[in-house]
Nanobody, 120 residues
Framework: QVQLVESGGGLVQPGGSLRLSCAASGSIFSIYAMGWYRQAPGKQRELVATITSSGSTNYADSVKGRFTISRDNAKNTVYLQMNSLKPEDTAVYYC??????????????WGQGTPVTVSS
């Protein structure tokens, strides 16, 4: 079974840093662009950042200059380094990965979500 497993969320003070990880496991043929989304209480899920298989990145304006997305294709893992965190970054963060499994089925996978709380 192909799945995404996230880790790295938690409680951090304003101005602090956290690093999120998301690993894809199972019989995978190819992973396309991977991304991070977040959903704050009472709000819709929004895009945070995406990265293609070749390393091209895209960020929401609200996180540019503070967050960095990266990936390790050999490990089927995507990371989100979050610096200078603000209270408004508080949300559940979700990893997303469209991929093809070993049976050449296209799947759009989401991680289970990892909570990030920025508070003093």
């Amino acid at each position: 079974q192909v799945q995404l497993v996230e880790s790295g969320g938690g409680l951090v003070q304003p101005g602090g840093s956290l690093r999120l990880s998301c690993a894809a496991s199972g019989s995978i043929f190819s992973i396309y662009a991977m991304g991070w989304y977040r959903q704050a209480p009472g709000k819709q899920r929004e895009l945070v950042a995406t990265i293609t298989s070749s390393g091209s990145t895209n960020y929401a304006d609200s996180v540019k200059g503070r967050f960095t997305i990266s990936r390790d294709n050999a490990k089927n893992t995507v990371y989100l380094q979050m610096n200078s965190l603000k209270p408004e970054d508080t949300a559940v963060y979700y990893c997303n990965a469209p991929l093809t499994d070993s049976n050449h089925r296209y799947l759009e996978l989401w991680g289970q979500g990892t909570p990030v709380t920025v508070s003093s």
